[in-house]
């Protein structure tokens, strides 16, 4: 029988971000790593876009133009100030760790995740995903 899935690592020199410093950045280029499903049962914070960490590794190798078909957004550069969140912060360090792992050099963790979110009173709105 196994038990939950191991906390991912922790990489050194983690750079965090906090609700406040969020939205307080209207620069910042948010990565919501939750599935689908979660995103619809849930809401998505404004202007979040909608990366599912399952297909990160993989995406992230697409072409410019494939990615924006797939996605709806263009592909992020390597230097884009972006910052990871999920629903409660597992999937969000992972997908930090990719970033950095893919030489991301402007990323943030944000630790706290949409669970943090609601609780600090964020706004949430349904997702809206790009016609296919």
Known sequence: MSGPP????????????TYQEIT???QLEILDVRTR????????????????????????????ASF???YGFAKP?????LVTHCGKG???RRAYNLLHEKGFTNHR????????WVKNGGDVVKPEYPKQ
């Open 6 to 17: 191991a906390p991912p690592p922790v990489i050194e020199g983690t750079r965090e971000i």
């Open 24 to 26: 307080a950045n209207k």
């Open 37 to 64: 499903e979660e995103q619809e049962e849930t809401g998505v914070i404004p202007g979040a876009k909608l990366f599912s960490f399952k297909q990160m590794d993989s995406d992230l190798s697409l072409d410019d």
């Open 68 to 70: 924006m078909s797939k």
């Open 77 to 81: 550069s390597l230097d884009a100030p």
């Open 90 to 92: 597992g999937r969000a």
């Open 109 to 116: 963790l944000y630790a706290g995740s949409f669970q943090d």
